[in-house]
């Protein structure tokens, strides 16, 4: 054998070895990530996510990078995995991305199950004339929530055309509730289709659960399409950018909404229509369409002082709040996320308050700059703690076995939402839970 096929057979063994070591060094820390999750109670998925089926996988890899989370799915000895469960937020990258077409997106698991309502081929519930689109149904993914507000209202489009002589003129053909993307591409095709459109939501700004999403959060990855509007391209777009676009489609094409309306209920008439009631008024509507998701209304500490002003359930421009003394409570991603911004505004004093006495509910970055600030002094941190009462200038907290009083201008309140499954079963729909299904985009 000459010298230059030596000199060839080392190079290629050189490469085999550092590309065997390579891999071998990806897939441990995979693992490792996949056993913290396991130890911290982060491999329960939140909503949708992949499966991957390991006899059809052939360990490229492409799931892996074209997830826009990154570290939700690993290889572990040449086969995909999902690692990081609880982090995954179904933009299901992974599943387009896949030669192999080993993956599929599915809702609940096998061993937890996931309750939606059940629903027909054209998005409609039990009820007859109330449909639901989105993450309430189970479509977390932008791209399937906009297409489902658009032909849920395409459906209901076929019996609306008809307007009977008995509904008076106050009467909607439509309501949608929720004004997210599903709530948004629903309004637009009820505008393309002359269907009288009125729209409420519950906070006081368009864009549903992505405006409660923290900073330069990416929220989308693939193309959407609204009916009037046309195409949003965005290989990777973040919250500030889909807010920002929704808003000129708001705007451009005039779509009536109702802010602060909080649903109470929906009563059927038998004359044809549909009550939605809230604390401030009620509206009536011949169909009604629930795009509200899964997260519903914030949860409340329920202590004296939380109707004060200075109690709030998100974080918008933590610059607002500089110099400000901040109380932050919860111990999940968007607690910390919350209290590392705020803590990086000059002069703000920032506690985080959590009834734990660990942070062990959000992802590792999280924590690990969490647990970083508090040793730098930029975050005090309170474990096994809850607020007692909030007072104008302070609030009260029990820490451990004592009461402590902290001198306070805003407190923020993540302690998760409550479902909306409640007013649902009130209503009459019916519904089911689902332990590992795949959900199919109609």
């Known amino acids: 054998m000459n010298v230059e096929w030596m000199i060839a057979l080392g190079f290629m063994g050189l490469v085999i070895f550092f590309s065997l070591y390579k891999t071998k060094k990806e897939s441990e820390e995979a693992k490792q990530v996949l056993e913290d999750s396991v130890?911290?109670?982060?491999?329960?998925?939140?909503?949708?996510?992949?499966?991957?089926?390991?006899?059809?996988c052939i360990g490229c890899g492409a799931c892996v990078e074209a997830c826009p989370e990154k570290k939700i799915l690993g290889l572990i000895y040449g086969r995909a995995s999902l690692i990081q469960a609880s982090s995954c937020v179904g933009h299901g990258a992974c599943k387009t991305a896949c030669p192999a077409e080993a993956i599929t997106l599915v809702l609940g698991t096998k061993s937890h199950g996931v309750t939606i309502p059940s629903l027909d081929a054209k998005y409609q519930t039990t009820v007859q004339g109330l449909h639901v689109a989105g993450e309430l149904g189970g479509m977390?993914?932008?791209?399937n929530a906009t297409r489902q507000g658009k032909l849920a209202v395409r459906y209901m489009a076929e019996v609306l055309k008809e307007r009977p002589s008995h509904v008076p003129d106050n009467v909607y053909d439509l309501l949608v509730v929720g004004f997210g993307p599903a709530g948004i591409s629903a309004s637009l095709a009820a505008k393309e289709m002359g269907v009288t459109c009125m729209a409420v939501e519950q906070g006081e700004e368009f864009g549903g659960a992505i405006a409660s999403f923290p900073r330069k959060k990416l929220v989308m990855g693939t193309d959407v399409i609204l009916p009037?509007?046309?195409?949003?391209?965005?290989?990777?777009?973040?919250?500030?950018?889909?807010l920002d676009t929704l808003s000129d489609v708001v705007q451009k094409h005039d779509l009536p909404i109702t802010y602060g309306f909080q649903v109470?209920?929906?009563?059927y008439h038998e004359e044809?229509?549909?009550?939605?009631?809230?604390?401030?008024?009620?509206?009536?509507?011949?169909?009604?369409?629930?795009?509200?998701?899964?997260?519903?209304?914030?949860?409340?500490?329920?202590?004296?002082?939380?109707?004060?002003?200075?109690?709030?359930?998100?974080?918008?421009?933590?610059?607002?709040?500089?110099?400000?003394?901040?109380?932050?409570?919860?111990?999940?991603?968007?607690?910390?996320e919350a209290a590392t911004m705020l803590a990086d505004e000059p002069g703000t004093q920032v506690t985080?308050?959590?009834?734990?006495?660990?942070?062990?509910?959000?992802?590792?970055?999280?924590?690990?700059?969490?647990?970083?600030?508090?040793?730098?002094?930029?975050?005090?941190?309170?474990?096994?703690?809850?607020?007692?009462?909030?007072?104008?200038?302070?609030?009260?907290?029990?820490?451990?076995?004592?009461?402590?009083?902290?001198?306070?201008?805003?407190?923020?309140?993540?302690?998760?939402?409550?479902?909306?499954?409640?007013?649902?079963?009130?209503?009459?729909?019916?519904?089911?839970?689902?332990?590992?299904?795949?959900?199919?985009?109609?």
Not at 264 to 267: D, N, P, T
Not at 304 to 333: I, M, N, T
Request: aromatic share 6%; glycine share 10%; proline share 6%.
């Open 272 to 336: 044809g229509w549909f009550t939605v009631s809230s604390d401030k008024q009620d509206i009536q509507a011949r169909r009604v369409l629930l795009a509200i998701g899964r997260r519903g209304s914030p949860r409340t500490l329920g202590v004296p002082g939380e109707e004060a002003g200075k109690v709030a359930y998100s974080l918008r421009g933590p610059e607002e709040y500089q110099g400000d003394k901040c109380l932050v409570v919860g111990g999940g991603d968007s607690a910390l």
């Open 140 to 143: 977390g993914l932008i791209r």
């Open 264 to 267: 109470s209920g929906i009563q």
């Open 228 to 242: 009037l509007y046309g195409r949003i391209r965005a290989r990777t777009m973040q919250k500030e950018e889909l």
């Open 39 to 56: 130890a911290t109670g982060q491999n329960l998925p939140p909503s949708l996510h992949p499966i991957v089926d390991p006899t059809d």
């Open 352 to 442: 985080l308050c959590y009834r734990r006495d660990r942070l062990w509910r959000a992802k590792r970055p999280n924590i690990d700059k969490v647990m970083q600030y508090a040793e730098e002094g930029k975050i005090q941190l309170l474990l096994e703690a809850s607020p007692l009462e909030i007072k104008p200038s302070s609030v009260r907290i029990q820490v451990k076995d004592e009461e402590v009083e902290l001198m306070n201008d805003s407190v923020f309140v993540f302690i998760g939402g409550k479902l909306p499954l409640g007013f649902l079963e009130e209503s009459g729909v019916e519904m089911r839970t689902v332990y590992g299904e795949e959900l199919l985009a109609i």
